[in-house]
């Protein structure tokens, strides 16, 4: 990344979803400069003036609207734009929508930038991020979306409420499409390094079935909630894509579960989803492998070829 600011981020797409995450980050600390380019001009302005009010509370930074050439030596760029999710709409009913705004973003982006990482975090995410890889020509390592980040954030959250106890302490996934094929990785879930049924019992929950399931539900119809409630969802996102940049720019090497394109993992092959791997300055640095029982695995092959068959549609 030697063409590259290391302290600078470029956010494209000002609706809730960038300008929450560009507040988040301006938050952090992480940048020194951040560029918020959208088509409403004057969109951007407000969002950069606005955010750049609170930089005596926080730490030095330049935030601005700009063009696609001030991106271009933009060390993470943040691709938010596209059509929202309506009320009672899938993800997946977005696609051909927003697969055509990547079509405008994703050639100009790479006109200008050619050793930053993309981040996708416009949904569908697993389509989009497959869609940007393909438009882009970057090194795939460099190309991701957001992924289940969130999803493995909500999940939890909700076993912390559950259990009593510091989500921080949870470890645990949710792999597969960011949508409704998702699947929480039970098999692999621990408290702290305690399998997750035996620290349920230690805090008096027995019924692991029920409560896995409704979970596991309640993880995978939040943003249906949500959107039904305040009609958008993006302080979560944001947070969200504020902890892929820190992995990135401090070279954490943290696991993360991010939308990539697959080659193998669990026979899976050819389509972007959501898997745990190490990230850091480089982007993904290497697979991690999850123990998975044959049931998950089972579930995971068919949210794959959800998005296949999608795919198939949007790229024969």
Not at 130 to 144: C, M
Not at 163 to 189: K, N, P, Q, T, Y
Not at 213 to 218: F, G
Request: proline letters at 3%.
């Amino acid at each position: 990344m030697s063409d590259v600011n290391t302290r600078k981020a470029a956010i494209i797409g000002c609706g809730f979803v960038g300008s929450a995450s560009a507040f988040a980050l301006m938050e952090s600390g992480l940048f020194s400069e951040i560029v918020l380019i959208d088509t409403d001009k004057n969109k951007a302005q407000g969002e950069a003036l606005d955010i750049s009010h609170g930089l005596p509370f926080a730490k030095p930074a330049q935030i601005y609207a700009g063009d696609y050439k001030d991106i271009s030596d933009a060390a993470v760029i943040i691709v938010t734009a596209g059509a929202g999710q309506k009320q009672g709409e899938t993800r997946l009913e977005l696609v051909k929508r927003n697969v055509e705004v990547f079509k405008s973003i994703i050639p100009e982006i790479a006109k200008v930038n050619s050793e930053g990482i993309l981040l996708v975090v416009a949904n569908p995410v697993d389509i989009l991020t497959y869609t940007a890889a393909k438009l882009s020509g970057f090194p795939e390592n460099r190309v991701f979306g957001s992924g289940t980040v969130l999803d493995s954030a909500r999940l939890k959250y909700l076993l912390g409420e559950h259990l009593g106890v510091d989500s921080r302490s949870v470890h645990a996934f949710i792999i597969g499409e960011h949508g409704d094929s998702e699947i929480a990785a039970w098999s692999s879930a621990n408290v702290s390094g305690i399998e997750l049924n035996n620290f349920c019992e230690m805090r008096g929950h027995f019924n692991h079935e029920k409560a896995m399931k409704e979970i596991a539900d309640n993880v995978k119809n939040s943003a249906y909630e949500i959107i039904d409630k305040k009609k958008a969802t993006y302080y979560g996102i944001a947070m969200s894509v504020k902890r892929i940049c820190e992995a990135i720019v401090r070279d954490e090497k943290s696991i993360l579960p991010i939308s990539s394109i697959q080659h193998g993992n669990y026979g899976i092959h050819g389509i972007a989803l959501s898997m745990p791997v190490i990230v850091g300055k480089s982007g993904i640095e290497a697979n991690v492998p999850i123990e998975l029982n044959k049931s998950e695995q089972a579930s995971l092959k068919k949210s794959a070829e959800t998005l296949k068959q999608v795919i198939g549609e949007m790229f024969s």
